[in-house]
């Protein structure tokens, strides 16, 4: 596993550095032998530090997973404790989705658009227009997934939302983290067909 090791507002010394290549890699291989890379960034915050992990599992699955303490180790400690929980959690899935899934994707561009500043007074001059503004633009990945493996990357991920095609019919789906704890999960396909068996 290639491992990259950054601080931000901070120097990340050898033997921090050796701690987190130990932990991280023991913590991993317990459920892969073959991850294919890692970032970890090490933050230092006004009352102690936070550690931001990333793990490239394979086959676009990316674990996150993050930690904050008073000390450097604990924070790294924390981080990597919830990276080997997510990869226990979801060991068996992850297995079968390696052997199964045939990794077909669509390419899309993502645009980021600049924050509206909420502190700016309305301005009394009518806009030219509506359109946002783009600050950013990337390309992104739509998979082919079941809602299960969905929601699964999802959490993995630590994303709130994530954009999928829907195994059972190849439609444009998408689960999001709510906020009462629960998935939800949006299928268009379904409001035509209630008796779809895209429920997977």
Known sequence: M???VKGKQMDVGDALRGHIEKKLRAGVAKYFDTAIDAKVVVSRLRHGFRTDCSVHVGSGINVQGHGEADDAYASVDSAT???EKRLRRFKRRLRDHRKTRSGKSVKAPMFIIAAED?????????????????????????????VGEAVMRMTLADDPVLVFNNAAHGGLNVVFKRADGNIGWIDPQLAGDESSSGRA
């Open 2 to 4: 290639q491992l990259v």
């Open 81 to 83: 404790t919830r990276i």
């Open 118 to 146: 909420e502190n700016e007074e309305d301005s009394q001059e009518p806009q030219e227009s509506d359109a946002p503004v783009i600050v950013a633009e990337e390309a992104t990945s739509i998979e082919l997934l079941t």
